[in-house]
T-cell receptor
Framework: DAGVTQSPTHLIKTRGQQVTLRCSPISGHKSVSWYQQVLGQGPQFIFQYYEKEERGRGNFPDRFSARQFPNYSSELNVNALLLGDSALYLC????????????FGPGTRLLVL | QQQVKQSPQSLIVQKGGISIINCAYENTAFDYFPWYQQFPGKGPALLIAIRPDVSEKKEGRFTISFNKSAKQFSLHIMDSQPGDSATYFCAVPFYFGTGTSLTVIP
């Protein structure tokens, strides 16, 4: 089975623009979480979605939003990009909301100029 | 927001040596404590995890020691190998530590 896939792999944007990142979970997995990993730091939890509903949110501004589709894929949107949004954005999937093991994708590297 | 403190920030170990990474947390509401391994250009991958009802869990060369009263847990890598060179993160369980960069010298 394919692992978690994310697109695009790399992205360059300018300040003030908007970006949409995409994630496809492992087949059969219903929960998707998003993380931001700034260079040299640990991943920071942004959102968890399960069955198309937001089930958890980290300490991020409202410029960050996400949604999950009926096929369990997910999009992360970031509006009004700031230089500090430059990071690796990771998506992780798990079989159920309460499942302990999560599997990470390779991430999308976002650079904001 | 959960605070997770991880140390050391970096670690250099000789091949065959023991690598030890420590993690301290605040919130006791969680019952699952994983360690992740991340190689450059890759997402984190689950290495080993423990529940707080046991004090130690071993899987091959990797061992987690858990001290519930101290709110600390640690990762021990026995017989460290150059292929173990990576960044290691503890998590509680959505909140990650700052990472430890491990280098194993041949």
């Amino acid at each position: 089975d394919a692992g978690v896939t994310q697109s695009p792999t790399h992205l360059i944007k300018t300040r003030g623009q908007q970006v949409t990142l995409r994630c496809s979970p492992i087949s059969g997995h219903k929960s998707v979480s998003w993380y931001q990993q700034v260079l040299g730091q640990g991943p920071q939890f942004i959102f968890q979605y399960y069955e198309k509903e937001e089930r958890g949110r980290g300490n991020f501004p409202d410029r960050f939003s996400a949604r999950q589709f009926p096929n369990y894929s997910s999009e992360l949107n970031v509006n009004a990009l700031l230089l500090g949004d430059s990071a690796l954005y990771l998506c992780a999937s798990r079989r159920e909301q309460g499942a302990e093991t999560q599997y990470f994708g390779p991430g999308t590297r976002l650079l904001v100029l | 927001q959960q605070q997770v403190k991880q140390s050391p920030q970096s670690l250099i170990v000789q091949k065959g040596g023991i690598s030890i990474i420590n993690c301290a947390y605040e919130n006791t509401a969680f019952d699952y404590f994983p360690w992740y391994q991340q190689f450059p250009g890759k997402g984190p991958a689950l290495l080993i995890a423990i529940r707080p009802d046991v004090s130690e869990k071993k899987e091959g060369r990797f061992t987690i020691s858990f001290n519930k009263s101290a709110k600390q847990f640690s990762l021990h890598i026995m017989d460290s190998q150059p292929g173990d060179s990576a960044t290691y993160f503890c998590a509680v369980p959505f909140y990650f530590g700052t990472g430890t960069s491990l280098t194993v010298i041949p």
